[in-house]
């Protein structure tokens, strides 16, 4: 296991998912990976880097050591996030009888996430929600960071000042 992983570095990495991309911890290093599916089938067709520009090379390495499962652990993917889930809690909250409501119809059918994106930046809530999503993704991560017994620290590194 990484001695210490940075927490924001778990956070970036599950908001950087797709469904064709995956991100994942390399436990020995404590480094947040992505990984395409497309370069997942590459590695377990077995094919070669020789022609290959260094990150191309460098990814397909990955997704050999992922597939190979040893030092690799898969980040909570979108099931496991849940972000509609988190919206609707988050409306729940919501004091304003009024925006609440929006809220909660916001998020119902198809399109609930762009209608939902459109009422909090017209309620003036989007700071609000924003500040709520980062940290029930934080929840997340820490959970997730126990449940694999990985340190991690809420520290950031700090900023280097503009040469």
Same mark, same amino acid.
């Given at each position: 296991?990484?001695?210490?992983?940075?927490?924001?570095?778990?956070?970036?990495?599950?908001?950087?998912?797709?469904?064709?991309?995956?991100?994942?911890?390399?436990?020995?290093?404590?480094?947040?990976?992505?990984?395409?599916?497309?370069?997942?089938?590459?590695?377990?067709?077995?094919?070669?880097?020789? &022609?290959?520009?260094?990150?191309?090379?460098? @990814?397909? %390495?990955?997704?050999?050591?992922?597939?190979? +499962?040893?030092?690799? !652990? #898969?980040?909570?993917?979108?099931?496991?996030?849940?972000?509609?889930?988190?919206?609707?809690?988050?409306?729940?909250?919501?004091?304003?009888?009024?925006?609440?409501?929006?809220?909660?119809?916001?998020?119902?059918?198809?399109?609930?996430?762009?209608?939902?994106? &459109?009422?909090?930046?017209?309620?003036?809530? @989007?700071? %609000?929600?924003?500040?709520?999503?980062?940290? +029930?993704?934080?929840? !997340? #991560?820490?959970?997730?960071?126990?449940?694999?017994?990985?340190?991690?620290?809420?520290?950031?590194?700090?900023?280097?000042?503009?040469?």
């Amino acid at each position: 296991m990484p001695m210490c992983v940075r927490l924001r570095e778990i956070v970036d990495g599950m908001e950087s998912q797709s469904d064709e991309m995956t991100a994942y911890l390399n436990v020995k290093t404590g480094q947040v990976v992505p990984v395409s599916d497309e370069e997942l089938a590459a590695a377990e067709a077995g094919e070669q880097a020789s &022609d290959q520009a260094d990150w191309e090379a460098e @990814a397909l %390495e990955i997704a050999r050591g992922v597939l190979a +499962g040893e030092d690799y !652990i #898969a980040l909570p993917d979108r099931v496991e996030i849940d972000e509609y889930r988190m919206m609707d809690r988050f409306a729940s909250t919501v004091p304003d009888p009024a925006a609440s409501a929006r809220l909660q119809r916001a998020i119902q059918g198809r399109g609930a996430f762009r209608y939902f994106k &459109d009422s909090i930046h017209d309620l003036g809530l @989007a700071e %609000e929600w924003y500040s709520y999503r980062d940290r +029930g993704y934080e929840e !997340i #991560a820490v959970a997730w960071c126990e449940a694999h017994g990985i340190e991690y620290t809420r520290n950031q590194p700090a900023r280097q000042a503009d040469a």
